[in-house]
Protein backbone atom coordinates (compact mmCIF):
# COMPACT_ATOMS: atom_id res chain seq x y z
CA UNK A 1 0.00 0.00 0.00
CA UNK A 2 1.37 3.54 -1.10
CA UNK A 3 1.41 6.19 1.63
CA UNK A 4 3.23 9.18 -0.16
CA UNK A 5 5.12 9.61 -3.28
CA UNK A 6 8.70 11.79 -2.91
CA UNK A 7 9.58 12.94 -6.28
CA UNK A 8 9.97 15.31 -9.06
CA UNK A 9 6.40 16.68 -10.74
CA UNK A 10 7.43 15.44 -14.23
CA UNK A 11 3.76 16.79 -15.86
CA UNK A 12 0.72 18.58 -13.89
CA UNK A 13 -2.93 19.03 -15.09
CA UNK A 14 -6.31 20.19 -12.94
CA UNK A 15 -6.92 16.88 -12.38
CA UNK A 16 -3.84 14.67 -11.75
CA UNK A 17 -0.21 14.68 -11.91
CA UNK A 18 2.94 12.62 -13.11
CA UNK A 19 5.54 12.10 -10.34
CA UNK A 20 8.98 10.56 -11.37
CA UNK A 21 10.09 8.69 -8.20
CA UNK A 22 13.51 7.51 -9.01
CA UNK A 23 12.71 6.61 -12.86
CA UNK A 24 9.19 5.61 -11.85
CA UNK A 25 6.14 7.08 -13.50
CA UNK A 26 3.16 7.44 -10.69
CA UNK A 27 0.01 9.26 -12.47
CA UNK A 28 -2.20 10.60 -9.51
CA UNK A 29 -5.69 11.67 -9.57
CA UNK A 30 -5.62 15.39 -7.64
CA UNK A 31 -8.10 18.12 -6.74
CA UNK A 32 -7.98 21.69 -7.86
CA UNK A 33 -7.13 22.40 -4.15
CA UNK A 34 -3.88 20.34 -4.45
CA UNK A 35 -3.37 21.59 -8.04
CA UNK A 36 -2.86 25.08 -6.77
CA UNK A 37 -0.46 23.91 -4.01
CA UNK A 38 1.75 22.09 -6.64
CA UNK A 39 4.76 24.14 -8.06
CA UNK A 40 5.54 24.00 -11.97
CA UNK A 41 6.67 20.68 -13.69
CA UNK A 42 10.31 19.45 -12.71
CA UNK A 43 9.79 21.08 -8.83
CA UNK A 44 10.44 18.51 -5.97
CA UNK A 45 7.32 17.11 -4.76
CA UNK A 46 5.69 15.19 -1.39
CA UNK A 47 2.66 14.21 -1.64
CA UNK A 48 0.12 12.01 0.61
CA UNK A 49 -1.38 9.17 -1.33
CA UNK A 50 -4.19 7.10 -0.84
CA UNK A 51 -4.09 3.77 -2.27
CA UNK A 52 -7.11 2.66 -4.42
CA UNK A 53 -7.28 -1.39 -5.53
CA UNK A 54 -10.32 -2.99 -6.73
CA UNK A 55 -10.59 -6.14 -8.66
CA UNK A 56 -9.25 -5.35 -11.51
CA UNK A 57 -8.23 -2.00 -10.91
CA UNK A 58 -5.68 0.38 -9.24
CA UNK A 59 -5.68 3.88 -8.53
CA UNK A 60 -3.25 6.59 -6.56
CA UNK A 61 -5.32 9.59 -5.64
CA UNK A 62 -3.45 12.41 -3.82
CA UNK A 63 -3.34 15.13 -1.37
CA UNK A 64 -1.49 17.89 -0.86
CA UNK A 65 -2.48 18.16 2.93
CA UNK A 66 -3.14 15.81 5.50
CA UNK A 67 -6.78 17.22 6.40
CA UNK A 68 -7.96 17.20 2.61
CA UNK A 69 -6.74 13.32 2.70
CA UNK A 70 -8.90 12.90 5.77
CA UNK A 71 -11.37 14.51 4.14
CA UNK A 72 -11.73 12.24 1.11
CA UNK A 73 -11.57 9.37 3.43
CA UNK A 74 -14.58 10.39 5.17
CA UNK A 75 -16.62 10.76 2.06
CA UNK A 76 -15.67 8.02 0.33
CA UNK A 77 -16.98 5.97 3.19
CA UNK A 78 -20.85 7.33 2.53
CA UNK A 79 -22.69 5.05 0.51
CA UNK A 80 -22.59 5.89 -3.35
CA UNK A 81 -19.71 8.25 -2.82
CA UNK A 82 -16.65 6.51 -5.02
CA UNK A 83 -13.08 8.02 -5.10
CA UNK A 84 -13.66 9.88 -7.95
CA UNK A 85 -16.55 11.61 -6.95
CA UNK A 86 -15.38 11.83 -3.41
CA UNK A 87 -12.28 13.80 -5.50
CA UNK A 88 -15.43 16.20 -7.40
CA UNK A 89 -16.66 17.18 -4.40
CA UNK A 90 -13.45 18.04 -3.00
CA UNK A 91 -12.78 20.57 -6.13
CA UNK A 92 -15.92 21.77 -6.11
CA UNK A 93 -15.77 23.64 -2.42
CA UNK A 94 -12.81 24.64 -0.36
CA UNK A 95 -12.36 21.78 2.73
CA UNK A 96 -13.71 24.52 5.58
CA UNK A 97 -16.38 25.11 3.74
CA UNK A 98 -17.33 21.91 2.80
CA UNK A 99 -16.72 20.19 6.44
CA UNK A 100 -19.38 23.82 7.09
CA UNK A 101 -21.90 22.92 4.93
CA UNK A 102 -21.95 18.91 6.14
CA UNK A 103 -22.02 19.87 9.39
CA UNK A 104 -24.79 22.92 9.31
CA UNK A 105 -26.65 20.39 6.68
CA UNK A 106 -26.48 22.89 4.10
CA UNK A 107 -27.68 21.04 1.41
CA UNK A 108 -28.10 23.63 -1.15
CA UNK A 109 -24.22 24.47 -1.19
CA UNK A 110 -23.30 20.57 -1.24
CA UNK A 111 -25.96 20.52 -4.27
CA UNK A 112 -23.85 23.19 -6.33
CA UNK A 113 -21.42 20.87 -6.73
CA UNK A 114 -21.47 18.76 -10.10
CA UNK A 115 -22.19 15.21 -9.76
CA UNK A 116 -23.72 15.46 -6.30
CA UNK A 117 -28.11 15.52 -6.73
CA UNK A 118 -30.37 16.73 -4.22
CA UNK A 119 -30.47 12.86 -2.09
CA UNK A 120 -26.80 12.44 -2.36
CA UNK A 121 -26.21 15.36 -0.56
CA UNK A 122 -28.13 14.75 2.18
CA UNK A 123 -27.07 11.41 2.47
CA UNK A 124 -23.44 12.68 2.96
CA UNK A 125 -24.84 15.14 5.52
CA UNK A 126 -26.81 12.63 7.01
CA UNK A 127 -23.95 10.08 7.09
CA UNK A 128 -20.89 12.42 8.21
CA UNK A 129 -22.00 15.32 10.17
CA UNK A 130 -21.14 13.99 13.27
CA UNK A 131 -18.21 12.52 11.80
CA UNK A 132 -16.47 15.96 10.67
CA UNK A 133 -17.39 17.88 13.98
CA UNK A 134 -14.12 17.28 15.30
CA UNK A 135 -11.74 17.21 11.85
CA UNK A 136 -9.62 20.16 12.23
CA UNK A 137 -8.69 21.62 8.29
CA UNK A 138 -7.27 24.91 9.92
CA UNK A 139 -3.58 22.77 10.74
CA UNK A 140 -2.89 24.28 14.09
CA UNK A 141 -5.84 22.68 16.69
CA UNK A 142 -9.01 24.25 15.75
CA UNK A 143 -11.45 24.46 13.27
CA UNK A 144 -11.63 27.61 11.27
CA UNK A 145 -14.35 27.06 9.31
CA UNK A 146 -15.85 30.08 7.61
CA UNK A 147 -19.80 30.11 7.40
CA UNK A 148 -21.32 29.32 3.98
CA UNK A 149 -23.80 32.09 4.38
CA UNK A 150 -20.96 34.54 3.18
CA UNK A 151 -20.45 32.09 -0.09
CA UNK A 152 -23.60 32.22 -1.02
CA UNK A 153 -24.38 36.17 -0.38
CA UNK A 154 -21.02 36.48 -2.55
CA UNK A 155 -22.31 34.51 -5.33
CA UNK A 156 -25.88 36.25 -5.11
CA UNK A 157 -24.40 39.35 -5.23
CA UNK A 158 -21.73 38.59 -8.00
CA UNK A 159 -24.53 36.95 -10.43
CA UNK A 160 -26.59 40.14 -9.50
CA UNK A 161 -23.76 42.32 -11.26
CA UNK A 162 -24.08 39.85 -14.01
CA UNK A 163 -21.73 37.23 -13.81
CA UNK A 164 -22.11 33.29 -14.83
CA UNK A 165 -22.98 31.37 -12.00
CA UNK A 166 -19.94 29.52 -12.46
CA UNK A 167 -17.64 32.37 -12.84
CA UNK A 168 -19.35 33.66 -9.34
CA UNK A 169 -18.63 30.52 -7.58
CA UNK A 170 -14.93 30.00 -8.44
CA UNK A 171 -14.30 33.28 -7.72
CA UNK A 172 -15.72 33.53 -4.46
CA UNK A 173 -14.04 30.09 -3.83
CA UNK A 174 -10.84 31.56 -4.11
CA UNK A 175 -11.76 35.10 -2.63
CA UNK A 176 -12.61 33.20 0.79
CA UNK A 177 -9.49 31.24 0.37
CA UNK A 178 -7.87 34.45 0.13
CA UNK A 179 -9.45 36.92 2.54
CA UNK A 180 -11.51 33.88 4.91
CA UNK A 181 -14.67 33.40 5.23
CA UNK A 182 -15.86 35.77 8.02
CA UNK A 183 -16.67 39.59 6.12
CA UNK A 184 -19.03 38.83 2.73
CA UNK A 185 -17.93 42.24 1.65
CA UNK A 186 -14.50 41.58 1.54
CA UNK A 187 -15.14 38.01 0.10
CA UNK A 188 -17.33 40.19 -2.97
CA UNK A 189 -14.66 42.91 -3.08
CA UNK A 190 -11.84 40.22 -3.60
CA UNK A 191 -14.16 38.37 -5.84
CA UNK A 192 -14.87 41.12 -8.11
CA UNK A 193 -11.18 42.16 -8.61
CA UNK A 194 -10.09 38.49 -10.06
CA UNK A 195 -13.43 38.56 -12.08
CA UNK A 196 -12.15 42.33 -13.65
CA UNK A 197 -8.65 41.57 -14.09
Known amino acids: MIAFLKGHIEEKH ?3 VLIDVNGVGY ?3 ISTQTFEQ ?3 AGSELKILIYHHITENDQRLFGFFTSAEKALFEKLITVKGVGPKLGLTILSGLPASNLISAIVNQDTA ?3 RVPGIGKKTAERICLEL ?3 LKELDTSGNGSATVPKTGVMEEAIQAL ?3 GFRTKEAEQAAMKAIKEVGGEDSSAVIRKALSMLNK
Open 14 to 16: PDR
Open 27 to 29: RVE
Open 38 to 40: LES
Open 109 to 111: TLS
Open 129 to 131: KEK
Open 159 to 161: EAL
